[in-house]
Each structure stands twice: as C-alpha cells, then as structure tokens.
C-alpha cells in the first residue's frame, strides 16, 4: 500500500540552525499539507501546497518557514533559524484530489529537537 | 476563532464495551468531519469519515452526526485493548482543505 515518508525521523539542531525536513508524498496524490504537534497540544496546520504554491497557511506559517517541491517527489519544509520552541513532531500529509471529503494520508512524522 | 472540541479524557471503557467519543465544532459550515487515531509518538491515521447527518458504520466504528447541535461522535464496539490511543477529531478549516483538528480524547481500554 502507498504510504507518506519523512526524513528523518529525529533531527536535532542548536537553536538559530537551518533544518530541512523532508516527506516523499504519494505518488499521485496532488496537495501536501505540513502539520506540527508540539508534546502533549493538538496537531496544527502550517501549511497546504497545490501546483508548486502555497494554497493556505497558517498564522504560525511565517517569514521562518518555507516549503519546495525540488523535484516531481520530494516536499520539504526548512525552518530558517531554529527558536526553542519550533521543538515538535512536524507531520507530512498528502491528499490525492483536494476535495472537502478526501482522505489526508500522513506520514510518520520527523521529531525536531531544538537545544 | 473556529474551534474543535473534545473532552481530553483518559476514558476507560473494559474490554468489550462500547467507548463513545464526543466532539463538537464551532463552525456550522462545516461540511465534512474525520475521526483519525494516534498512538503515542506516532502519526494520525483516519478511522473513518462522515459528511451526512446520521450514522455511518464500518465494522466496530460508527460514526454519528448531527449538523443541528454541530455534534459528531465516534462509537466503539467491542473494545479492545488495542483501541487505546487518542482520538481526534477533525474539520477542514475555512474553505480549503486543511485540517482543523481537536485536542484529541485519550481511550483506555482494560482487560
């Protein structure tokens, strides 16, 4: 069965680092959505992509974040300059259509720590 | 501010009884509704989906909606104690798709 895939599974970086997160999507499902759950709160949007843009974003979407589809699989998510509290699960999710009624399929999550 | 809300829990049902999960929503456009699943420390996985008033069943899960009181719930039957994870219930936001999810009820089901 097609499935979502992050790397990696664990990053950690010191606060004011650049990381890239990175999710494989299915393969021919056409809107990615980046999602974050920081330990023990609910899981939030950041961010939904659609035709190599961004289609909604979150207040906590801001000048600190990014998203890029390089090629025809990867999706990335880079956060510019760490802060201690961007330290959460960040969840990849595709969906084949983007319809109010289609399944949002996600993967299994890159843990971020923030030191 | 649309809000999704669920009692945090933990509920404890025992093995084999029925566990029902509330959830209510603030937005009453709101069209489609997701149950998903999350075991701890790993990522949400849909339950099941509902976009009509009325029950919607699929094996040992039914699904209840009532757009009036902007309710939906989540039935359990037979619980096992492989059921026990948090549940969360979810509503795009807005007019796109993104997903508007609750705090989650964590269920715990004894042997």
């Known amino acids: 069965e097609p499935e979502v895939t992050q790397t990696p599974s664990h990053q950690v970086t010191q606060m004011g680092q650049e990381v890239i997160l990175r999710c494989v999507p299915i393969?021919?499902?056409?809107?990615f959505y980046w999602y974050r759950q920081i330990l023990g709160q609910k899981v939030e949007f950041l961010v939904s992509f659609y035709n190599n843009e961004i289609s909604e974003k979150s207040e906590i979407f801001d000048d600190q974040f990014s998203v890029e589809r390089p090629d025809g699989s990867n999706f990335t998510l880079k956060i510019r300059s760490t802060k201690l509290e961007d330290s959460a699960m960040y969840f990849c999710?595709?969906?084949?259509?983007?319809?109010?009624?289609?399944?949002?399929?996600f993967g299994p999550g890159t843990r971020l720590t923030v030191l | 501010q649309k809000e999704v809300e669920q009692n945090s829990g933990p509920l404890s049902v025992p093995e084999g009884a029925i566990a029902s999960l509330n959830c209510t929503y603030s937005?009453?456009?709101?069209?489609?509704f997701f149950w998903y699943r999350q075991y701890s420390g790993k990522s949400p996985e849909l339950i099941m989906s509902i976009y009509s008033n009325g029950d919607k069943e699929d094996g040992r899960f039914t699904a209840q909606l009532n757009k009036a009181s902007q309710y939906v719930s989540l039935l359990i039957r037979d619980s096992q104690p492989s059921d026990s994870a948090t549940y969360l219930c979810a509503v795009p936001l807005n007019s796109g798709y993104a997903l508007n999810f609750g705090k989650g009820t964590s269920l715990l089901v004894t042997p």
């Open positions: 937005d009453r456009g709101s069209q489609s």
């Open positions: 999710a595709s969906e084949a259509a983007g319809a109010s009624t289609d399944t949002q399929y």
């Open positions: 393969s021919n499902h056409l809107y």
